[in-house]
């Protein structure tokens, strides 16, 4: 046998991990080379250049893995081989490839989070949340770490994304039991959110609250105050939060279009509407963000007769739904 340093061969050089630019590639050129000169050691060199490889190169790591699986007779290395299968497939959107790797692996160990976690969000990625939901359900048994709690998160919150609030809630709440400390307050955030579809303002601003006093820098739980308090009509409480929001997330377009709406519809401040809306479409992270904004600087600039630009960004508002018609310019309109 061959003998090994530090769960290295012998012959392997320790190569530093400065200049982390060209590590990757010195490592696996050393293992490349290591496979010409020592054949006999081709199962645990190929499982070495498997790991690397698999951060760069998906269609490489198929072809290693499929080799690995070929000689690793005693399986003394399938889980990580079935998981590198499974993500490459994934890097490739081959989905159905990736999903039968990863239900092999979890049959092999049903203890790994990986397999499971990462089999349902691909179901998750697709909106079909029914089936996300019954690969979170292997989560509930003993062999995983946290497993049951974990579980009822993520069931959480894909029945939140099926706008099925009360189930969501109960999952959320089953999780608080096993976790009551709740240390970093996003159990109590999520229930809040849940209750804010819900328009239980006075509950969910409980939850809030409950989850700033764990984070007190949890910036979603200022918007989530915000929405709260603005659906409740106080609006003076809700400008409050939306900036104690940007202070903790400078720039986040959710709430300056939200500050710019009470600017507008409240305060009668039309210009500084408009400067709180031309920011956040620098900072839009998303296109439904973008569509909403685009549709109020449409708005306001119609209340202050610029149609010219009311018509730019109405322009705008109707590509971003996938529309490249003639419109008719509506006036005025609150902002949303």
Known sequence: MTAFIHGRMAYLETIPDEPQATYLARETAQLREALKQHPEDELYLLQRLLIFVSLTDAEESILIANKLLEIDIEKKYIEDTYIVLARSYTDKKETEKAMDYYRKGHEINPSCEEFITEWAELYAAKFDYENAIKIYELLDNDKVRLGKENSYRYRAAMHYNLKQYDTALDFYKKALLLNPDDTDGILSEDIGKTLLLQKQYNEAIEWFKKALEKNPEAADSH???GLCY???????????????????????????????????????????????????????????????????????????????????????????????????????????
Not at 263 to 274: F, P, S
Not at 280 to 288: L, P, R, S
């Open 223 to 225: 918007f989530g105050l």
């Open 230 to 336: 603005e659906g409740m009509e106080d609006h003076y409480l809700a400008m409050h939060h939306y900036t104690e929001t940007l202070k903790l997330k400078p720039g986040f377009a959710n709430a300056l279009n939200n500050i710019a709406g009470i600017a507008v519809n409240e305060e009668g401040q039309l210009k500084k509407g408009i400067e709180l809306l031309e920011k956040a479409i620098e900072t839009a992270e998303d296109k439904n963000t973008l569509t909403i904004i685009y549709m109020n600087l449409s708005r306001v600039y119609n209340k202050i007769s610029d149609y010219d630009k009311a018509d730019y960004y109405k322009t705008l508002y109707m590509k971003s739904l996938g529309f490249d018609v003639d419109f008719t310019r509506e006036e005025g309109g609150e902002l949303e």
